[in-house]
Nanobody, 127 residues
Framework: QVQLVESGGGLVQAGGSLRLSCAAS????????MGWFRQAPGKEREFVAV????????YLADSVVGRFTISRDKAKDTVSLQMDSLKPEDTAVYYC????????????????????WGQGTQVTVSS
């Protein structure tokens, strides 16, 4: 079992930055794909970003390209989401997720590809 705990959420003005972190425990996630999803009020949960176990390949949702960066520290079993130039529409609960290998590079945005989820952290961007 893997436990994921997110941190770093909060309230920020539009144009500001936040850095989310996800700490894993229970077993190492060094071979897992690690992703971030978000869910805004009244909307379905959506894919934000994912990084592969090697840390070399990452994918971002079109809505955050150029503003968000995903990274991982394999030694510390953590994954981070640097969010810059935040917009009010980025307001949501952000969830960290982990996928055991093998991981489908075609389905990386599918929730069903992920085996473990954190409890979420609230990000609120004011206009």
């Amino acid at each position: 079992q893997v436990q994921l705990v997110e941190s770093g959420g909060g309230l920020v003005q539009a144009g500001g930055s936040l850095r989310l972190s996800c700490a894993a425990s229970g077993r190492t996630i060094s071979t897992y794909a690690m992703g971030w999803f978000r869910q805004a009020p009244g909307k379905e949960r959506e894919f934000v970003a994912v990084t592969m176990w090697s840390g070399g390949n990452s994918y971002l949702a079109d809505s955050v390209v150029g503003r968000f960066t995903i990274s991982r520290d394999k030694a510390k079993d953590t994954v981070s989401l640097q969010m810059d130039s935040l917009k009010p529409e980025d307001t949501a609960v952000y969830y960290c997720a982990a996928s055991r290998p093998p991981f489908s590079l075609v389905k990386y945005s599918w929730e069903t590809e992920y085996d473990y989820w954190g409890q979420g952290t609230q990000v609120t961007v004011s206009s």
